[in-house]
């Protein structure tokens, strides 16, 4: 089965820092992958998503993150954060047949620094 | 821009209550999904639908969680009895994907979510 772990339950940046966030799936063949964000008490808005064509993905607001199939992995980064990045993002695996069911990880909550 | 619209945004009821969420998915998505969103934990899946079938409920608790899409359109989404392990937020989400017309990948669009509170 497949499945999603974040590293991390909370981070903490500096205004104008990197922004790393860290996500490892577990599948038998490359998945399709997203990165969702969610502001309190809001749905999730789609960040960006993998689904097998250029391995460097670059998405809404400044966020990018890479497939490294070698490493399971698509971690999610801005160069410079901003205070409005402040929320909770969410890495998420989809299969590529089947019912596409997305299988989200536990969340990373970001807090950005004055 | 076309939005996924949840009702009530938040509800709060008793235990052994009835409730019910209810859900507008884009227009003319073929797909909806209903997830639970536990704080502190990523969403989970309680049942998808393709028009007005189930294609998944594998995670619903149909001892008291229901859900029906009647018309293939909107969709309901019912708690009875509720109990203090239902609180959460319920996420409804929706995709232009048809299985029928074999059709491939495509993204999940979310809505802003009905917050339960059970006492």
């Known amino acids: 089965a497949q499945s999603v772990t974040q590293l991390g339950s909370h981070v903490s940046v500096s205004e104008g820092a990197l922004v790393l966030l860290r996500c490892n799936y577990s599948?038998?063949?490359?998945?399709?992958l997203f990165w969702y964000v969610q502001y309190p008490n809001q749905g999730l808005q789609l960040l960006l998503k993998y689904t097998s064509a250029a391995t460097l993905v670059k998405g809404i607001n400044g966020f990018e993150a890479e497939f490294k199939k070698s490493e399971t992995s698509f971690h999610l980064t801005k160069p410079s954060a901003h205070m409005s990045d402040a929320a909770e993002y969410f890495c998420?695996?989809?299969?590529?047949?089947?019912?596409?069911?997305?299988?989200f990880g536990t969340g990373t909550r970001l807090k950005v620094l004055a | 821009e076309a939005e996924v619209a949840q009702s009530p945004r938040y509800k709060i009821t008793e235990k052994s209550q009835a409730v019910a969420f209810w859900c507008d998915p884009i227009s003319g998505h073929a797909t909806l999904y209903w997830y639970r969103q536990i704080l502190g934990q990523g969403p989970e899946l309680l049942v998808q639908?393709?028009?007005?079938?189930?294609?998944?409920d594998s995670q619903l608790p149909k001892d008291r969680f229901s859900a029906e899409r009647l018309k293939g359109v909107d969709s309901t989404l019912k708690i009875q009895p509720a109990e203090l392990g239902d609180s959460a937020m319920y996420l409804c989400?929706?995709?232009?994907?048809?299985?029928?017309?074999?059709?491939?990948?495509?993204?999940?669009?979310f809505g802003p979510g009905t917050r339960l509170t059970v006492l």
């Open positions: 998420a695996v989809s299969e590529t047949s089947g019912t596409y069911k997305y299988i």
């Open positions: 599948s038998s063949v490359p998945p399709y």
């Open positions: 639908f393709q028009d007005e079938s189930v294609v998944d």
């Open positions: 989400a929706s995709s232009p994907r048809s299985y029928r017309r074999g059709q491939g990948f495509y993204e999940q669009f």
